[in-house]
T-cell receptor, first 110, second 111 residues
């Protein structure tokens, strides 16, 4: 099983729709989880941290399921500007190796 | 004020040359990283330094040598450049185990 695995997409979604994608991780000792966003030819930028109880930031909701070892990102009322690659990031507790998933490409269609 | 700055933004060079990429952060973080993003867009860690000490060294050719003169700087020197080294190199910093903040990347093209 890969350390961090994501569906590469692309997800082609009409504007205004709700879209969700998951990310699975293999290291059960992982402590911290994040979603990053990367626009074409730009650096990755933190979108949101993922907390055990789940958390919401505007139209974005992140969830963590430790038992099944996955995190999810839900985007409601999608905007054209949401088009980007979404990277799942997992930070294990001890070895300091922060692992990035390969990203899920999202295209919001007008 | 740019939090994590790396230079140069673009680097075009011939095979066999030696080049360096510099990175500086003004966030007061104690950990810095180098990541490589290849043509398939996969972001892979190369090195990590914590307080000037190497803590992660992934399977990277020894032509790549990071240097951290102080905890705010992490430079990457590459010897004998090869075609396969062409990629975007990102520097990042964090509090140890925390969120990463990235520089804007250095696009390296080896001809």
């Amino acid at each position: 099983r890969k350390e961090v695995e994501q569906d590469p997409g692309p997800f082609n979604v009409p504007e205004g729709a709700t879209v969700a994608f998951n990310c699975t991780y293999s290291n059960s000792a992982s402590q911290s989880f994040f979603w990053y966003r990367q626009d074409c030819r730009k650096e990755p930028k933190l979108l949101m941290s993922v907390y055990s109880s789940g958390n919401e930031d505007g139209r974005f909701t992140a969830q963590l399921n430790r038992a099944s070892q996955y995190i999810s990102l839900l985007i409601r009322d999608s905007k054209l500007s949401d088009s980007a690659t979404y990277l799942c990031v997992v930070a294990p507790g001890r070895d300091d190796k922060i692992i990035f998933g390969k990203g899920t490409r999202l295209h919001i269609l007008p | 004020d740019t939090a994590v700055s790396q230079t140069p933004k673009y680097l075009v060079t011939q095979m066999g040359n030696d080049k360096s990429i510099k990175c500086e952060q003004n966030l007061g973080h104690d950990t810095m990283y180098w990541y490589k993003q290849d043509s398939k867009k996969f972001l892979k860690i190369m090195f990590s330094y914590n307080n000037k000490e190497l803590i992660i060294n992934e399977t990277v050719p020894n032509r790549f040598s990071p240097k951290s003169p102080d905890k705010a700087h992490l430079n990457l020197h590459i010897n004998s450049l090869e075609l396969g080294d062409s990629a975007v190199y990102f520097c990042a910093s964090s509090i140890r185990g925390g969120k990463l903040f990235f520089g804007s990347g250095t696009q390296l093209s080896v001809l």
